[in-house]
């Protein structure tokens, strides 16, 4: 959904009495040959938390030392507690459902790691009545005056409660904490 004065009621509309699922991915870096480790969600029905989603997912492909760095996330405990990546994708899409706004930060990231994982594994991802958001261009639209518009910086700024630990559970937490802040507000 673009952000932007004439589609703001419709998404606070949406945001308070539709679903919600917010999503965030950790990856193994971010080029074209990179995979998802890590994807996480949280469904929100009418403004209420009502299921979560984390799978650790084993990828087929090297980890960038900084991507470790900063999720800290292994090949070895990937293989160890994760899952193969079709099966991963396939859980995930199931949560998801039709008929969702489909939230995260910095949303463009995410999503092309959702396509280029759907490509890689011969899956399909074309749900039907899925509207997307991104709490990055959302913070940006309605709150210019912050210096940065980070998810950590986000949280402390807004006074939410949640961490940007780089979990991809903890994250899509924040990511809807900041969604439900920025509209209620």
């Known amino acids: 959904m673009r952000i932007c004065e004439r589609n703001l009621p419709l998404l606070a ?3 308070r009495s539709g679903r919600v699922v917010a999503f965030d ?5 971010c080029a ?3 995979e998802i480790c890590q994807i996480a969600a949280v469904e929100y029905v009418c403004g209420e938390l009502s299921r979560k989603l984390a799978l650790y997912i084993c990828p087929t492909c090297e980890m960038n030392p900084w991507a470790e760095a900063v999720h800290g996330l292994s090949l070895d405990f990937l293989y160890e507690h994760g899952i193969a990546p079709e099966a991963a994708m ?5 949560f998801l459902g039709n008929d969702v706004l489909l939230v995260a930060h910095n949303n463009k990231f995410d999503m092309r790691m959702l396509n280029q994982e759907c490509v890689k594994f011969g899956l399909c991802f074309s749900p039907e009545g899925i509207e997307t958001c991104d709490t990055l ?3 940006r ?3 210019p005056d912050l210096e940065r518009h980070t998810l950590a910086h986000l949280i402390e700024a807004l006074g939410i409660n949640g961490v940007n630990s780089h979990d991809a559970l903890d994250d899509a937490l924040a990511c809807a904490g900041v969604l439900f802040t920025l509209i209620n507000r």
């Open 13 to 15: 509309e949406y945001v």
């Open 25 to 29: 991915t950790e990856t193994t870096g």
């Open 32 to 34: 074209s040959h990179d």
């Open 90 to 94: 396939r859980q995930f899409f199931e």
């Open 137 to 139: 261009a959302l913070s």
């Open 141 to 143: 639209y309605l709150r």
